[in-house]
């Protein structure tokens, strides 16, 4: 085992700690079981939940034994947010993203390989429904209620903002219950005394501690413990795992890899060895000596590419990991466009700008109209300047003339045709026909 404590705090990631000198020597006493909570309020989980999951993937690296808990009865309810109530989904949509949630878990933690005896450090996947669907109102308000404070739930921020608002319903009011009741569960199932989680669930995470403490007297397992980690802000004020597209996904249908890729590889210089510390499992030297590259030659994006690549790597496999590579590097002229399959072209299309043509080839206007209903351009006389200039290129072959067409040799993959302007300015032509 090593100090994990240590290495988290080096990463930046302690936020809060009950008692961080109890915790230490609980660590160091020997393998201890961890857990944080994850619950399926949509179908993915999102690059904002990877602090956390590889936060329990440096536990179990460290000697320890993590649990991944999916909230298939919590999910049912929903963490209330700040602003709104949320919306309730059905039974069945709720059951169809724990299995989904469980599959993405499972390429960050190591399983027991199925028919084999488990390890002591191997991972074990929880679903508080099997006790949460268990437990009656009765049950739930005399043993777990009566150790809650109402003074208490509603100095609570979250219930004090909403308060303010359009109000709370009882349902979401009484979340902190059932996920106080989860580390009751897991305490005593798997003798679990660490619970961890960003710092934006402290009081839902103390209230769980509390709570193993009430009923059970911290026995048999000993002190439980609480640790959170800091919540990721981004250098330009605007909100981490967003894109102008929405939010970056771990699930390849919603986000591609080459757009997954891209989102690390566009880190702002002011955030990146800050997000290679959270999020890879690069060593002090190793950031450190990315970081020095980073102030010396920032144009070549060496702790950028680092980064993407380990993630787009961990996250969707080094096949997928490869191709994000060779699309980027052949949008920008570094690698044969000809060599990237249709769904590549297709993905990394989407996050340029492009215009979408329901037609053949022969319909389809100039090269220099195309390039103004992209937007490349803002008209079609600055892209003839640009064709002029030299500075105009189809699928990263130069234009020279300025009347000029696509034809059907352009198109790859029978649909796609790149355009570029200058070094950096990509777009796209899409026949959707």
Request: hydrophobic letters at 40%; glycine letters at 10%.
């Amino acid at each position: 085992m090593t100090d994990i404590i240590d290495e988290l705090q080096w990463r930046g990631l302690v936020a809060q700690t009950t008692d961080i000198d109890a915790l230490r020597k609980s660590l160091a006493d020997g393998p201890i079981t961890l857990y944080c909570g994850f619950d399926p309020t949509a179908g993915s989980l999102h690059v904002g939940h990877l602090t956390q999951i590889l936060t329990l993937a440096r536990f179990q690296q460290a000697g320890h034994r993590p649990i991944a808990l999916v909230g298939g009865g919590t999910g049912l309810i929903g963490d209330p947010k700040p602003s709104a109530e949320r919306q309730m989904n059905s039974v069945d949509t709720v059951e169809g993203w724990v299995g989904n949630l469980a599959g993405q878990l499972s390429r960050f933690l190591r399983f027991a390989p199925e028919g084999e005896h488990a390890a002591p450090t191997d991972a074990i996947l929880a679903n508080n429904r099997e006790w949460l669907g268990e437990i009656n109102a009765i049950e739930l308000l005399r043993d777990v209620g009566k150790h809650f404070s109402i003074n208490q739930m509603l100095a609570r921020e979250t219930v004090r903002s909403r308060l303010d608002g359009e109000g709370m319903s009882y349902t979401e009011f009484s979340y902190v219950l059932l996920q106080s009741y989860d580390y009751v569960q897991l305490y005593r199932r798997f003798g679990c005394t660490l619970q961890t989680g960003g710092s934006d669930q402290w009081g839902n995470i103390t209230a769980g501690l509390d709570l193993v403490r009430r009923m059970d007297g911290n026995r048999p397992h000993g002190q439980a413990h609480a640790l959170t980690t800091n919540l990721l802000t981004k250098a330009d004020g605007t909100k981490f795992g967003k894109t102008e597209t929405g939010t970056v996904w771990l699930d390849p249908e919603l986000t591609s890899p080459y757009a997954f890729y891209q989102f690390w590889f566009n880190a702002d210089d002011r955030d990146v060895v800050r997000y290679l510390k959270v999020f890879s499992f690069l060593g002090e030297s190793e950031i450190a000596d990315l970081e020095r590259q980073t102030q010396e030659r920032p144009q070549a994006r060496a702790a950028q590419r680092a980064l993407a690549e380990e993630l787009t790597t961990l996250v969707h496999g080094e096949e997928e990991c490869r191709k994000a590579v060779e699309a980027s590097l052949a949008l920008f002229g570094r690698a044969d466009l000809s060599e990237l399959d249709g769904r590549t072209l297709d993905a990394a299309l989407a996050e340029v700008p492009r215009t979408e043509h329901d037609g053949s080839v022969a319909d389809l206007p100039s090269i220099a109209d195309l390039f103004a209903q992209c937007g490349l351009t803002p008209s079609k006389s600055a892209a003839r300047r640009a064709i002029q200039e030299g500075g105009a290129y189809v699928n990263n072959v130069k234009v020279t003339d300025v009347e000029a067409r696509v034809g059907s040799e352009d198109v790859l993959q029978e649909r796609f045709v790149v355009l570029r302007k200058g070094k950096r300015n990509i777009g796209g032509v899409v026949l959707t026909g």
